[in-house]
């Protein structure tokens, strides 16, 4: 492949052998691990006896709606167009259902009477088992009359529209026995028969309206029944669904449709003066607008609500809130016949109503009315008590605060017994069983049993101290304790990071009794101690009321100009503001911090449960000062399996000559319908982490930058992929002969820009960073998806409890359940005690010569999953793209914390960092917030 850039990221021309994915690779010399049966959460689509194809169409609903002016010119407006909220696209597919049963009942000359031939996915696509009519022919139109239609649809069209123009176009035809889906050129791959699947098993959805209905999620109805949650939030049921392609090989590939049963938050419908309630709990209402954090707080969890009016005398409106004023509705002024008048004043006078709460804020509703060249933007401000929260509207990820997600948790923790029996149930409430119409018009029956496969339970590495190791059993269990029996000799971290010749210890807002942290203070240093570190009293232990970012600042500058160089600080909540603005503090004053939790701080000093959690806050502190709390070798019971004399995970698997580098991304929130209307240049940004190896396999360097947001493509990889190599040689004395990669974030539709653009970027970092030297670096990459859909539970579940009933830790699956040609596994690394365990998938992209078999590419990633280092547990992810995911996230923490350190108002308008279109926006961003600490700060 021609590599050659200018700039070091221009595309790279494609040649078709680049697009071919690795393909699957043996399994190797080594026996990693014992066998066990296990069953996903896929029902095969048994296609066999199915029809031979059906016919793609594009539809398209027009309505055709009269100018209300007096010119009477008709103009079309594309009916599967509209905002892009939740609320807007249920109505939206639900309407379009209605539109879609209408014209085949209007038209039964053409279409026939059997509806169930017929599969539409409520925006464009529609398919037919019958050949309606051909290409060459051109574009079918078709006329619905509004007044023969139901009121819900004459409501959605608008008054000024008397008909609707379905206009239907032949597009191809697809094979149901097609596999093009799976082969091994990524370039040539062809999504029509799978994406055809997923709408076929959606249709009994559509045909009933019982579900919202969000892609491949679907949830129940509101309903007054639904478990509520903290914060004005309910509790809705529903399954993840999507149909993939699976065997062992292409020739005999399999569909298999999977079903994984979700819960979900959800806004409660009802009044909003309900959820402010929720929101303020107990705060008075006035707090609103003199506390600028609470007001914050509400703004972030308004923004693009969609409400709908309630004192309009006929008509009422629905919006979407863009923020929320800074005054009260008795001080926002608004100009009324060239007169200013307060909200307050204007609602009485206008609807005769009087607000009961004109000191709480407005809602603000931002409008672009005109097209380009003559649009001007409108802002109008709604009293919050003449407000209503529209119901199916889900709480998205950025505004899930601690309390609610240890809700969800709570929630959605079911055991694989019962989660198995949950998938069932939403299997059926679907129809995606033999009862469906439509899939026996297909000739395509559901297997209703779930599909089985073997798995390979890897033997996990030994843990290597400083004075010994933990080994695990003859059967591949382990025990892994910091902690000793009393009279044994302390375990020792491998390496003892220098303690700080000065630090200090802040408690805010009287998280606890000066006593208390005294006691915890005496307690850290021995513990400390007997693990190696020759940790002294701090310089200082202070108590603070003051919280503001300004006054810690000054108090954080103090401390570095006094030469202090770890700061461990206690608050009540887990979640305090304090601990985002401390970490951003961190970049400027270049002082390592550590967050404590009161709770946590009293269970250290009690009489249960002590060591384990100064254990575990001290493995943090070794790491964030420059230590390395363990090592990884193999196994005595890898070594007797398999008759060998030498360590294949020091010599091999975790050599030091190969790097391991972790590459994740934070994705930045959609803008709001009006930041799209007026083009507004988005804000925020997406935040790449990047954490790799130096010195030793588990010794780990990291950074973190911005790049423009929703890019599927990281940017600016090459200089930092070559400041990492050189970073390597610095550490190592030599280059990496082999550089694995394990990228996070990627979705199948994104494996060709890695596996072209993302890689030349890489190799060409490794082209600058050797700087002419001979060396050549192998690459492999393989991508880690977290949100697979995949669950693995054992084919027979024995027991009552989530150890007993899930799979060990360490289960791999590389056969039967999952890609047919590429170098796939599904894995359950870490040990799940309650609820039932969330498996990754693993697929190689790139793999330079000579190949990783897949019994090193289980033994690499299953060690590392090891080496999380804070705790004394495997994770669910290797340690490196752990690590990288939680720079991401530091990032856009000290991202939210800048930006937001100037905008107090919760008015929508964004804060310090404002995109004027500068080409260098997020490069200069990266700069201004670059991390500079030496060691693994974020830990």
């Known amino acids: 492949m021609d590599i050659s850039h200018s700039n070091g990221e221009n595309k790279p021309k494609l040649k078709p052998e680049d697009s071919i994915i690795p393909a699957k690779v043996s399994s190797g010399k080594i026996v990693s691990g014992q066998k066990m049966n296990i069953c996903v959460n896929g029902y095969e689509l048994d ?29 079309m407006k594309e009916l599967h167009r509209g ?31 059997d509806k169930k031939k017929f599969f539409y996915d409520c925006g464009t696509t529609f398919y037919s088992i019958e050949k309606l009519f051909d290409r060459y022919e051109g574009e079918r139109e078709f006329q619905l009359q509004v007044n023969t239609l139901s009121s819900e649809i004459r409501d959605f069209v608008g008054r000024n529209c008397q008909m609707i123009v379905a206009k239907l176009l032949p597009c191809e035809e697809i094979f149901l026995s097609d596999t093009t889906a799976v082969a091994d050129c990524i370039a040539i791959r062809e999504r029509s028969l799978q994406q055809f699947l997923e709408i076929a098993t959606t249709q009994m959805m559509y045909h009933n309206s019982n579900s919202l209905i969000f892609g491949n999620k679907t949830y129940d109805l509101p309903s007054r029944h639904m478990q509520q949650l903290t914060g004005g939030k309910v509790l809705a049921s529903g399954m993840e669904k999507s149909v993939r392609f699976v065997g062992n090989e292409w020739e005999t590939a399999i569909a298999m449709v999977q079903i994984d049963s979700k819960k979900g938050a959800f806004f409660k419908e009802g009044p909003m003066m309900e959820l402010i309630n929720a929101l303020i709990n107990r705060a008075p209402m006035s707090a609103l607008i003199n506390d600028v954090r609470l007001r914050q ?12 009016t309630t004192h309009l005398p006929s008509g009422q409106r629905t919006f979407s809130i863009f923020g929320i004023t800074a005054e009260s509705a008795d001080n926002v002024k608004i100009i009324i016949e060239n007169q200013e008048v307060s909200v307050t004043d204007y609602i009485l006078h206008k609807y005769q109503y009087r607000l009961k709460f004109g000191i709480l804020p407005c809602a603000i509703e931002r409008r ?10 409108f802002s109008s401000f709604h009293p919050l008590e003449l407000l209503h929260v529209i119901g199916g509207q889900r709480v998205s990820i950025k505004k899930q605060n601690p ?14 017994s019962k989660l198995k029996a949950a998938n069932e149930e939403q299997r059926l409430r679907a129809f995606i069983d033999d009862r469906n119409e439509y899939l026996a018009h297909l000739g395509i029956k559901v297997i209703s049993t779930p599909k089985a496969a073997s798995a390979t339970v890897v033997y996990p590495p030994a843990i290597l101290y400083n004075n010994g190791k933990i080994e695990p059993d003859g059967s591949g269990n382990m025990d892994w304790r910091l ?16 303690p700080p010749r000065r630090w200090v210890v802040f408690t805010f807002n009287n998280a606890t009794d000066k006593n208390s942290v005294d006691s915890f203070i005496q307690a850290f240093i021995k513990r400390s101690n007997d693990h190696g570190i020759k940790l002294t009293n701090p310089s200082r232990s202070e108590r603070y009321d003051n919280t503001d970012i300004s006054f810690l600042i000054e108090k954080m500058k103090f401390m570095q100009q ?3 160089e770890y700061v461990l600080f206690v608050t009540g909540e887990r979640r305090d503001p304090v601990h985002d603005v401390m970490k951003f503090i961190e970049l400027s004053c270049k002082i390592v911090t550590q967050h404590i939790q009161s709770k946590t701080l009293t269970k250290a000093i009690s009489n249960r449960g002590a060591e384990m959690t100064l254990d575990n806050l001290i493995m943090k502190m070794n790491l964030k000062l420059g230590g390395l709390n363990h090592g990884l070798v193999g196994s005595q019971v890898l070594l007797k399996q398999n008759r060998l004399s030498t360590d294949p995970m020091t010599n091999i698997w975790l050599r030091h000559s190969r790097m391991i580098i972790g590459l994740d991304v934070s994705h930045s929130a959609p803008q709001s319908l009006y930041e799209r209307q007026a083009k507004i240049a988005p804000s925020e940004p997406t935040v790449v982490g990047m954490a790799y190896s130096c010195g030793s396999p588990l010794h780990l360097a990291g950074e973190y930058w911005m790049q423009q947001p929703r890019l599927a493509v990281l940017q600016n990889l090459k200089d930092h992929i070559a400041k990492a190599i050189k970073h390597f040689r610095n550490c190592n004395s030599c280059f990496p002969e082999h550089v694995l990669i394990y990228r996070g974030g990627v979705s199948e539709g994104q494996y060709l820009k890695v596996m072209i653009e993302e890689a030349a970027s890489i190799r060409a970092g490794f082209v600058e960073a050797i700087a002419g030297g001979p060396e050549h670096i192998r690459l492999t990459i393989i991508t880690v998806q977290t949100n697979s859909n995949y669950r693995i539970v054992p084919l027979n579940i024995r027991g009552e409890t989530a150890s007993e009933q899930n799979v060990p830790a360490g289960t791999f699956v590389d056969a039967d359940v999952v890609h047919p040609t590429q170098t796939e596994f599904v894995m359950v690394a870490h040990k799940s005690i309650m609820g039932t365990a969330r498996p990754v998938r693993c697929t190689v992209l790139v793999d ?12 690499v990633t299953n060690a590392l999953c090891y080496g999380h280092e804070i705790v004394t547990s495997p994770v669910s992810i290797p340690a490196h793209l752990y690590a990288a995911s939680d720079l991401a996230k530091r990032g856009r923490n000290n991202w939210k914390v800048a930006n937001d350190g100037d905008s107090q108002s919760g008015d929508g308008e964004g804060g310090r960092y404002r995109n004027n279109g500068h080409e260098n926006f997020f490069e200069e961003m990266s700069t201004d917030l670059k991390p500079s600490l030496a060691y693994k700060f974020w830990a």
């Open 483 to 498: 902690s000793v029996p009393r009279f044994s000799p302390n375990r020792l971290f491998l390496r003892p990071a220098n």
């Open 848 to 859: 330079d010569p000579p190949r990783m078999l897949m019994d090193e590419l289980k033994g």
């Open 562 to 564: 006094n030469h202090v």
């Open 403 to 416: 309390e609610l997600v240890d809700d969800l948790i709570k929630s959605c923790r079911v055991l694989p």
């Open 368 to 377: 672009v009315i005109g097209k380009d060249g003559g649009s001007s933007v």
């Open 47 to 75: 296609i066999s006896k199915a029809i031979e194809m059906v016919y793609k169409f594009e539809l398209k609903f027009y309505a055709e709606k009269t100018s209300t002016k007096s010119s009477g010119k008709t103009k």
């Open 297 to 308: 707080k509400v703004a972030k969890q308004l923004k693009d609500l969609v409400v709908r």
């Open 83 to 113: 905002p892009k909220n939740d609320v807007a696209l249920v109505l939206r597919h639900h309407i379009l259902w209605k539109i879609f049963i209408a014209l085949l009942e209007q038209n039964e000359t053409f279409f026939g009477q």
